[in-house]
């Protein structure tokens, strides 16, 4: 809402305004303008400086007719709203209020503008700061499309945009030169013509955390004893790591199990699982302070491709990373994290 003083007129979004000659004292009025639509439509709103009777408020849009709101009598220091119901888009309206309180009726003119729907969508496989690229999908009319790229302390890393030139043009991708400093996150903003906007932030930063692998015995997701040790080293490595990532994201660890192809596929990722559960236990146990994650790939993310019934080392492994949010690179094929 915005008190109006003057009337003005252009062939964009405002807000209209008059200066009462007769009665300049006697009401204020305020408009909403902008709205999302739903049940936050355009509005005009009468404040009574003074009692006014037999008000009568008339709006007729640009291309409907007008409907007519008998108020009555209206308070000193009272108000009433009229509520606009309006499409997707802009309309202009001539507003008349009267009454027998003030000699002349006075008029307002406004141009109003209601959200037109549109989306904006990142996924995670889209996302390769490695080589320069965001990809995401909009859809609606839109004019444009900004990103930033935030690095340590709030810095502002790069900023890029694209401007479309026709309505309807659908945008794919940002391309840019990789960032030779960890950003800590994205932020992608869509506007269209009236310049309402749909934001979408993320938090890309993954590190990768060095561990030497757990050697668990056949078939067990229990951690042996004498293999303690190794996972005591990997955690003092996710603490160093926090302790130079400071606390400006909510960092969580993740933890990923993976098997080699000997035995079936669902046996293996049932395994897998179990021992990605294990260490993740045993992470908060020992006293690991922020939310853990784990999940078992099984053979569905072979670091060496092999064919079936093949015993290959290097696929029995694990991988833990340290994450503002799920990690999606092709290590990490599904979501279906469980935290503790």
Not at 9 to 28: G, H, T
Not at 103 to 108: L, T, Y
Not at 227 to 235: A, H, N, R, S, Y
């Amino acid at each position: 809402m915005r008190m109006i003083r003057f009337l003005l007129v252009a062939p964009v979004v405002f807000v209209a305004a008059v200066a009462f000659a007769q009665a300049e004292d006697a009401f204020d009025v305020d408009v909403r303008y902008r709205a999302r639509g739903g049940s936050d439509m355009p509005a005009v709103t009468i404040t009574a400086n003074r009692d006014l009777r037999d008000l009568v408020i008339t709006v007729e849009p640009v291309d409907a007719e007008p409907k007519v709101f008998r108020v009555g009598r209206l308070a000193k220091g009272r108000s009433h709203t009229i509520s606009i119901p309006q499409g997707p888009g802009q309309t202009f309206y001539r507003v008349e209020i009267a009454s027998s309180s003030i000699r002349q009726a006075q008029e307002v003119s406004f141009a109003a503008s209601v959200k037109r729907d549109f989306d904006l969508t990142v996924r995670g496989e889209d996302v390769d700061l490695a080589q320069g690229r965001i990809g995401f999908t909009a859809t609606g009319q839109l004019l444009g499309v900004d990103l930033e790229l935030i690095g340590e302390d709030g810095v502002l890393v790069l900023g890029k945009s694209i401007r479309y030139d026709y309505p309807g043009e659908t945008p794919s991708e940002f391309l840019f030169d990789p960032p030779t400093v960890p950003i800590i996150q994205a932020k992608i903003v869509a506007y269209d013509d009236m310049n309402f906007k749909t934001t979408v932030s993320f938090e890309p930063i993954v590190i990768d955390v060095p561990h030497e692998e757990v050697n668990f015995a056949t078939d067990s997701s229990q951690i042996p004893k004498d293999q303690e040790p190794k996972l005591v080293k990997t955690l003092a490595e996710v603490n160093k790591a926090l302790k130079k990532l400071g606390d400006q994201l909510k960092f969580r660890l993740y933890v990923a199990g993976y098997t080699d192809t000997v035995g079936s596929r669902e046996h293996n990722q049932r395994l897998s699982e179990a021992r990605a559960a294990s260490i993740a236990a045993w992470m908060r146990a020992n006293g690991l302070k922020i939310q853990v994650c784990s999940q078992g790939f099984g053979e569905d993310a072979l670091a060496v491709e092999t064919p079936d019934e093949t015993d290959e080392p290097r696929n029995r492994r694990s991988k833990f990373v340290l994450a503002a949010q799920g990690p999606w690179t092709e290590a990490f094929p599904r979501a279906n994290w469980s935290c503790r």
